[in-house]
């Protein structure tokens, strides 16, 4: 994955997502209930406020949004700084409101929670830390610093010490928790999102590399018979021409080219005239396609297939999904990175099951992580001898994830261990002492002959011109 593309799933590019319309609208929502509370206890309870600083509060609020919506463009989007600037004045507003209208006697005042979490849901955690520490300092002065309320009679209205006190707790606890919460549960999804952007990208890019394998293949099958004719031409013309040695040259020279258009076309399309494979192939072929960028890296992959007990000698036929093909691919990458010199892969069938295990001789997986393997952007601490191996690699947490979820797009499951772990029942081998990664798969989700997904052998489509 590239870091300009990485570069462009990071936290400070993530502020440009908000509009600024968007915050303008739930701020007329807040002004709206605002004016509507401070005229309700106005004319309904009678309750004595100092309207002219109320509405004074309000009427900033009235004004910034106004300013807002003139001034800036309605695609206007936030940055970061402004983003904080914007959640930073509403809860100075809203803590001003309640400070005139009995503090934290006011059941209102619970509402100083939106602001910290509107901030944990899309501001990194430097800002969010700022504005739930000034909810928390503001909270914290409105139980001793308020207007009181007072009805039409005089009456100061207040709830007993120990419930201003309880609605302290709370609030600062909810701030505090919702923050934190509602902090990690957004930074998640962030995370998962920007993986599955990272997964799709890879998929695509597989799938060109197929479809354009595809195309060079077909053309080089379709090429054949017209070059085989040009050469046979010219192998006669050179027979009749050997009185002629100025034009013998010419047509030698033309067997030549078509012999080398033969052997670039056959070089770029790999499968030649095997094209009709592009779609399904033996799971042994699958397997060594998935592996090949990867067998010549100073490590040695050792490849063994066979039958399960039960199952039947003749290898599966498989579909050659380019999901199948880049998570293969990226789990033998992760075996060859952490091996010390010998990589495993066995594929093992059943009439139910086909079983692809791939073992390293390396120091496996730390325990603390096993459990957590394939999440997004989840990176093992590499040791010494890690970085002895392969100094210059530095993975993003990304490939295991993207193998995993491509896999089970396929209807895979995999499981994780330590080839050293005595309570794993995948392995029984005692040489392969590293990780362990199993892939299975129903048989009639990948059988591409038998299968629920049976793809018939079809012939290739003439290319016209």
Known sequence: MSESFIGLMSGQERSHWIRLRTLILLRWVAIGGQ?????????????????????FAVGVSVVGNLVAMFVFPENKRLSEFENFLTVLFDLLQLSFLLYLTG??????????????????????????????????ILVTLMAEFHMPLR??????????????????????????????YSHRISSEMRSMSDALAATQLALSREQKLTDLGGVV??????????????????????????????????????????DRCRDILQNMGRAGKDDLHLRQAPVST??????????????????????DEGGDVQQPTILRKPEIIHGLRNLVQNAVDYSRANVWVDSIWTNDTILVRIYDDGGG????????????????GRSDSDRKMRPEYEGMGLGLFIAKTL?????????????????????IHTDRPGAIVEVSWPRKMIDALEGDYAVPMGHNKQIEI
């Open 35 to 55: 004016i509507t509370a401070i005229a309700v206890a106005q004319n309904l309870y009678n309750l004595q406020l100092d309207l002219g600083l109320c509405y």
């Open 103 to 136: 503090g934290l006697n006011n059941p209102f005042a619970l509402l100083v929670l939106g602001p910290v979490t509107i901030s944990a849901n899309m501001m990194r955690l430097r800002s969010t830390l700022i504005i739930g520490g000034t909810a928390i």
């Open 151 to 180: 009805t039409a009679q005089g009456f100061i209205l207040r709830i007993p010490d120990v419930f201003v006190f309880g609605n302290w707790i709370a609030i600062i606890i909810a701030v505090m928790f919702l923050g934190a």
């Open 217 to 258: 293949a077909a053309a080089a099958h379709e090429l054949g018979t017209p070059l085989a004719t040009i050469k046979l031409a010219s192998a006669e013309l050179i027979e009749e021409l050997d009185d002629r040695p100025d034009l013998r040259v010419d047509a030698a020279l033309i067997r030549e080219q078509a």
């Open 286 to 307: 699958v397997i060594h396609e998935a592996a090949e960028p990867h067998m010549h890296r100073g490590k040695f992959i050792h490849f063994k297939e066979g039958p």
């Open 365 to 380: 997986y730390p325990s603390h992580v096993l459990g957590r393997i394939g999440d997004p952007f989840m990176r093992r």
């Open 407 to 427: 896999l089970e797009r396929t209807g895979a499951s995999l499981r994780f261990a330590n080839g050293s772990d005595p309570s794993q029942n995948i392995s």
